[in-house]
């Protein structure tokens, strides 16, 4: 049986006759409320629970007054989706949040790996801006064109695989954007993986990064590839490595789609 609400279908247990328990995984984009969807806003405010990782429960927590909070450390995100079906399966309106893009390196994929465990429960993804498009305004116009988004994060990922996408993107003359560039334990990644595509990327290449992107601190620098390989960023980073039709200008970083001067393809 399917009950429509809101013009929204809505999955009913067919062996019980009831309406299953939703979650709502929620990207609350770079964290600053006022680049959250109207439609994220409004879900976090209507839960009962806001299940999250701290520093990303910290960023919202003028939305979550009242509520229940449950956070879990970075390398607990397993237990903190059995939480969040937990508290759904008592009646709960619950939320989960990621920064970004839920979908995107977010709690998305593995909220719905674990759903079959969980045959009372359905899942509706609320999206969020991700990082790489959320720093390139800041930026200027870097992503015009066909890029890769590559995470430098080798907790889930084998750094043998991250080398061969990096190369792969560059040999292709994409415009790439780095996720976690460095971190604690990682220092050097960002040397790394300029080290890895050096052979494809000019020295004089138009790059940029984005720090803290919509937060306070936030700092925007333009420089070239020779430049960003001796650079030393953080994990709340975003870097843009430009192709061939990516310049600088005014300190701003732009790639060219190919219109001619009369505005034709």
């Known amino acids: 049986m399917l009950l429509i609400r809101d013009g929204r279908i809505i999955r009913r247990n067919m062996s019980q006759d009831k309406e299953l328990n939703l979650i709502n995984v929620v ?22 629970t806001i299940v999250g990782y701290p520093v990303y ?5 003028e939305l979550t007054g009242g509520k229940e909070i449950i956070s879990t450390p970075m390398k607990q995100e397993v237990e903190r989706c059995r939480i969040a079906f937990e508290e759904a399966e008592k009646g709960r309106k619950v939320a989960v949040i990621s920064s970004g893009d839920a979908g995107i390196y977010g709690m998305a994929s593995l909220m719905y790996e674990l759903l079959p465990e969980h045959p009372s429960c359905e899942i509706r993804i609320v999206a969020g801006i991700t990082a790489a498009n ?10 015009s064109v066909d890029f890769a988004v590559i995470s430098m994060s080798d907790l889930l990922t084998p750094f043998e695989l991250i080398e ?3 190369k792969a993107a560059a040999s292709s003359d994409m415009v ?3 996720y976690n560039p460095s ?4 220092k050097d990644y960002l040397a790394r993986a300029c080290e890895l595509i050096k052979e494809y990327i000019p020295s004089g290449r138009a790059c940029g990064y984005v ?4 937060r306070e601190g936030q700092e925007a620098v333009t420089l070239t590839f020779d430049e960003l390989s001796r650079t030393e960023v953080d994990m709340f980073t975003t870097v843009y490595i430009g192709n061939s039709q990516s310049y600088i200008e005014n300190r701003k970083m732009i790639t060219r789609r190919g219109y001619d001067k009369g505005g034709q393809l």
């Open 176 to 178: 790439i954007v780095l």
């Open 164 to 166: 061969k996408r990096l």
């Open 57 to 61: 429960l910290k960023l919202v927590e």
């Open 183 to 186: 971190s604690h334990k990682r």
């Open 211 to 214: 720090k803290n992107i919509g």
């Open 27 to 48: 990207g609350i984009g770079p964290g600053n409320i006022s680049m959250m969807s109207y439609d994220a806003v409004e879900v976090i405010k209507g839960s009962d």
């Open 134 to 143: 959320s720093g390139a305004a800041v930026l200027g116009a870097p992503l």
